[in-house]
């Protein structure tokens, strides 16, 4: 058996093709120093463990012993995994998207030994198909290139380079904050393209995006704009209909290749976990709908039953292709893990029950999913819902539940990329905080148990990727071993974690080390020059320092760091956070007036800093009722704080012995109350 150098790595992706017959090195500077000394162009392969494309070009050329001749003879071939190095991945993705129009994973790009690049694209199939040239016809192509044109082919990567550099500078001059305007102009950018029907934005292939609803939630809490809010349940409701929720497992698919959120792409990845939570946590705090809240929590069940680490972190994400049989494992399809003939269902379940479960959740007999270009569904049957499943058939529903579960729990699971990284697990941190507040109110249990996890994932972090001494942040977490300097976005979403965590335990100890955060991540990633943060600490393999710009499957860095620090700021009035948080806005306000679209989560920065300040707080010896009320709210510019019996804010005390709540805005105060129902009371007069 073949193997390379990628045998010595951490990554579940680069040590899926250790073994391949192509001469993988690792991004580093043994790949740079072979291709300057042996004066060959460098081929770059960027993807991650779970994906599906990534895993067909690899069977079809990197497994192919006469491509890995041509590579391994006119290249030198890289592998990298987007996951553990997004700042390469973007760089890179950024070329290839300015070139061709598109982007996506595998992503394939030729470089020059300066690691300068002149050509890229996604997949390529080995042979021409379509009209378009296989990846045998490319190689060859552009080794001959190097050899006769190399001048042309530099003087280009050369050119793309200066362009790349202009697209992706922020102003520096720092025109000023963002224009009011900027809210209303993304609301109605998402009114325009909001399918109306089935909510989302867009046709196929149809994205989940929760940075849109994380601003839908909002804009509708500051404005009242109710269609606002009515976009994002509608939305919420018809994915959790669709085949892209595990409608028997919980947690949701990537991405839905369908406009109906029927036919899912059947990656499950961790962020799409943490911040559909966070939505549907939303969803239910905005209208006290428990429909919102079961689905919340099943992306939790999900995530507890498959995804924990023993020790209390988060491994990354499911494969999208599995096996079906037991017997034949290594036939891999697109979710053949998830789907189900009826046949099966019958013999599981009975023909009674199997009929009405088909009928409850859209199954045929001959399978029901009509557009199968691979033959992947033949005579087998997505589950989603078809019909409304009313409270009196759950129970019936949860026995099917609880048979199927255990039979799908005797197939071969989907491949588990089980490396931990820093910014998904503190996404996902964020999210049981918030799940754990929300449901207090009515399930205080579940919100322990919540509450328990996110602390436990949260010292996971700080013990094995967090290094105080020398003021880091590692990226990923691996079998014992951490690897990779933490980008931009690991050190903002830990940071948002810390003020999650505040407003789940009150634990003043978590906005201590908030700032720390916040001092270390402006340290590394500040521009004294120039508004935003920039995405990497200084690189010499990089080619490019980027400020990130675009809130997409996950937001920017830029912009959890512009309402991190804005939370910060207001709740320890330290006006530095301020000035850093309105100078990252500022830097950004050319694209947030002109492209509010692009950047939805960081105009949610920018409603927190215009919306008044309300601070709540609770003071005395059980405010526990009184944060329950507060819980069942969507209160996303409340500030709240609890001051013990003996605490030290100022004169906001326990009231003749009684537990008293003072709710202020801008720091202007009400007369305290002392019951439940006269601060509901003032919460619903404003």
Request: hydrophobic share 40%; net charge negative; with cysteine.
């Amino acid at each position: 058996m073949h193997t390379n150098k990628l045998i010595h790595e951490k990554s579940p992706y680069l040590l899926q093709h250790a073994h391949n017959p192509v001469d993988w090195l690792p991004w580093g500077d043994v790949a740079f120093r072979k291709a300057r000394e042996e004066d060959k162009p460098i081929f770059l392969s960027v993807g991650y463990s779970t994906c599906h494309w990534c895993h067909v070009m690899e069977r079809e050329s990197f497994e192919n012993e006469d491509i890995a001749a041509i590579l391994n003879e006119d290249f030198v071939p890289v592998k990298v995994d987007r996951e553990e190095r997004p700042d390469v991945d973007r760089v890179y993705m950024l070329f290839v998207q300015a070139t061709t129009g598109g982007g996506g994973w595998p992503m394939s790009v030729w470089l020059t030994p300066e690691l300068k690049p002149f050509f890229g694209g996604t997949y390529f199939a080995p042979d021409a198909r379509y009209g378009r040239p296989g990846f045998r016809s490319i190689l060859g192509q552009l080794a001959a290139a190097w050899k006769t044109q190399r001048a042309k082919l530099i003087e280009s990567s050369e050119q793309v380079l200066v362009d790349l550099k202009r697209y992706t500078s922020v102003d520096e001059s720092l025109p000023g904050l963002p224009s009011p305007d900027a809210p209303r102009a993304c609301f109605l950018g998402l009114c325009r393209g909001f399918d109306a029907k089935l909510g989302g934005f867009g046709g196929a292939p149809k994205f989940p995006r929760p940075v849109n609803l994380n601003f839908l939630f909002r804009y509708w809490e500051s404005t009242g704009e109710e269609d606002a809010r009515e976009m994002a349940l509608l939305t919420l409701r018809e994915m959790a209909k669709g085949g892209m929720h595990d409608q028997l497992g919980g947690g949701f698919h990537r991405y839905s290749v369908d406009q109906y959120w029927f036919v899912p792409h059947f990656e499950k990845m961790l962020y799409d976990q943490a911040q559909l939570a966070i939505s549907y946590i939303d969803a239910y705090q905005s209208t006290g709908d428990e429909q919102y809240a079961r689905v919340a929590r099943g992306i939790f069940d999900y995530v507890l039953r498959d995804l924990r680490h023993p020790d209390g972190g988060f491994h990354c994400a499911e494969d999208a292709d599995s096996a079906g049989d037991a017997a034949q494992p290594e036939e891999k399809g697109e979710g053949a893990f998830y789907i189900w003939s009826n046949e099966e269902l019958e013999a599981l379940l009975g023909t009674e029950r199997a009929a009405w479960f088909g009928r409850v959740f859209g199954c045929r007999p001959n399978g029901n999913v009509e557009n199968d270009p691979h033959g992947e569904f033949s005579g087998r049957n997505i589950l989603f819902l078809a019909e409304e499943l009313p409270e009196a058939d759950r129970p019936r529903f949860a026995e099917c539940q609880k048979i199927l579960l255990e039979a799908r729990g005797r197939r071969p699971r989907p491949h588990l990329d089980d490396k931990i990284l820093a910014s998904w697990n503190a996404m996902m941190i964020s999210a049981f905080a918030r799940g754990a507040q929300a449901l207090e109110p009515t399930d205080p249990e579940t919100a322990t148990q919540y509450r328990e996890t996110a602390v436990g994932a949260w010292r996971f972090v700080m013990a094995n990727l967090c290094d105080v001494p020398t003021k880091t942040v590692y990226r990923r977490w691996r079998e014992g071993e951490r690897g990779a300097e933490g980008f931009l976005d690991d050190y903002a979403a830990l940071l948002q974690a810390h003020l999650d965590l505040y407003e789940t335990t009150f634990k003043t100890s978590f906005l201590d080390m908030a700032r720390w955060l916040a001092d270390v991540m402006l340290e590394r990633f500040g521009d004294p020059a120039g508004g935003g943060l920039f995405s990497t600490a200084e690189a010499p393999d990089l080619i490019l320092r980027m400020k990130e710009d675009y809130d997409g499957a996950e937001p920017s860095g830029n912009s959890i760091a512009a309402g991190a620090l804005l939370r910060l700021a207001a709740y320890t009035l330290d006006e530095s956070y301020l000035a850093v948080g309105l100078r990252i806005l500022s830097g950004f306000a050319p694209r947030l007036n002109e492209q509010p679209l692009t950047l939805p989560q960081m105009v949610c920065a920018w409603m927190f800093e215009r919306a008044p300040k309300r601070q709540i707080v609770i003071a005395g010896p059980s405010p526990e009722p009184f944060l329950r009320e507060l819980c069942r709210r969507f209160l996303p510019s409340t500030l709240v704080f609890v001051n013990p019996v003996d605490g030290e804010l100022g004169a906001m005390t326990a009231v003749d012995g009684k537990t008293a709540a003072y709710v202020c805005e801008d720091y202007a105060c009400q007369l305290p109350v002392t019951t439940v129902e006269e601060l509901a009371g003032l919460l619903d007069a404003d």
